[in-house]
C-alpha cells in the first residue's frame, strides 16, 4: 500500500478513511477526487494467440454438426418441471445405496424418457432420408452424450426401458469411463435411437441441442433453480427444471413433441409412479 501511495505521489497523511486502515479503494478516491485517474492494477498480460489445427475426432464432430444442420429442419420446444419430489426420492434412495453408485439425477430422467418414448414412438425413430424411410424402433437404445479429452462423444445404453435406476447408474459410469478411456467398442458409441445431453449444474437455464442422424430427437437437460411456485394459494420454494427437446420436423410434428413433453411431467413430477413396474 505505501509503495503504491509512493509511486502515485499520494501522501497517506491527507487520505481519509471510513476503516482502521487504508485500502486501495480509498487510494483511489482520493485519485478521483483530486482529478486523477485510476488504472488497473496487477493487470495480467494478454496471452497469446493460438492456432490450433481441427483433425481427428474434433474434426469428425465439426463434420457431423454442420452435416446435420444442413440436413435437419430443427425445431426446439421447452418445458418447466418440478423436481422438487424427485430430488427428494433421489437423496433418500442414495441414503440407503449400499454398494450402488451414487445416483445423479440422469438415470431417473432416462427412465422417463424411456417410458414416453414408447407412448410417443414418433420419437424414438431413425430416418433414412435418403430411402425416405422412418424407422419406429421398439427398444430405446439411449444415447448419453459423454464429454472426453478429445471431445463430444455419444456411449449408447442398450435396452435402457428395461433397465433400473440403478442398473442405469452403473452403466452411464461404467460407458463414459470407457469414452473417456478410449476403450469403448464400436457397439457402444453407435446405435442409439435417441439421445440426452446433460451438463448437470452448467446445464443453463435452456438450450438448443443439434439432432445427431439419423436420430429424430434429442434432449438437453437444463440445471434445476429453486423458485417460488404459488401452491394452493401459499408460496412455496421448489426446484425446477428445463428440458429441451429438438426434433427433425421432417418426421415430428410440434403436437407429437408437444404430447410427449408433457407426458414427460406425469413421470418426473410424481417419483412413485416413474419407480413403479
Known amino acids: 500500500m505505501r509503495a503504491r501511495a509512493r509511486d502515485l505521489g499520494i501522501d497517506l497523511a491527507q487520505v481519509k478513511i471510513a476503516s482502521d486502515r487504508i485500502r486501495h479503494s480509498d487510494l483511489d478516491a482520493y485519485l478521483l477526487y483530486h482529478g486523477g485517474t485510476v488504472s488497473a492494477r496487477s493487470a495480467a498480460a494478454p496471452r497469446k494467440d493460438e492456432t490450433i489445427k481441427v483433425v481427428g475426432l474434433r474434426r469428425k464432430i465439426a463434420e457431423n454438426m454442420a452435416e446435420a444442420n444442413r440436413r435437419i429442419q430443427h425445431f426446439t420446444l ?27 439425477l440422469l438415470p431417473f430422467l432416462i427412465t422417463a424418457l424411456s417410458r414416453g418414448l414408447a407412448e410417443w414412438p414418433m420419437l424414438n425413430a431413425t430416418f433414412d432420408d435418403e430411402a425416405m424411410v422412418v424407422t419406429r424402433h421398439g427398444s430405446v437404445q439411449m444415447g448419453v452424450a459423454t464429454q472426453t479429452p478429445n471431445g463430444l462423444m455419444v456411449a449408447t ?22 469414452a473417456r478411456s478410449g476403450k ?28 445427431n442422424p439419423p436420430q429424430v430427437a434429442i434432449v438437453a437437460v437444463n440445471k434445476i433453480e429453486e423458485k417460488l411456485v404459488p401452491i394452493d394459494g401459499e408460496i412455496e420454494v421448489r426446484k425446477r427444471m428445463n428440458l429441451s427437446l429438438s426434433c427433425d420436423h421432417r418426421v415430428v410434428d410440434g403436437w407429437d413433441a408437444a404430447s410427449f413433453m408433457q407426458t414427460l411431467t406425469g413421470y418426473i413430477e410424481n417419483p412413485l409412479r416413474l419407480l413403479s413396474a
Open 78 to 104: 421447452v418445458e418447466e418441471y418440478d423436481v422438487t419430489a424427485l430430488e427428494d426420492a433421489r437423496q433418500m434412495m442414495n441414503r440407503d445405496r449400499g454398494a450402488n453408485p451414487k445416483l445423479t
Open 157 to 178: 445404453i442398450s435396452d435402457a426401458q428395461s433397465r433400473s435406476v440403478w442398473e442405469l447408474a452403473s452403466e452411464i459410469l461404467r460407458l463414459a469411463d470407457a
Open 184 to 211: 469403448a467398442a464400436r457397439d457402444e458409441l453407435t446405435g442409439a435411437t435417441f439421445t440426452v445431453s446433460s451438463l448437470g449444474p452448467m446445464g443453463g437455464i435452456t438450450s438448443t441441442p443439434v439432432v
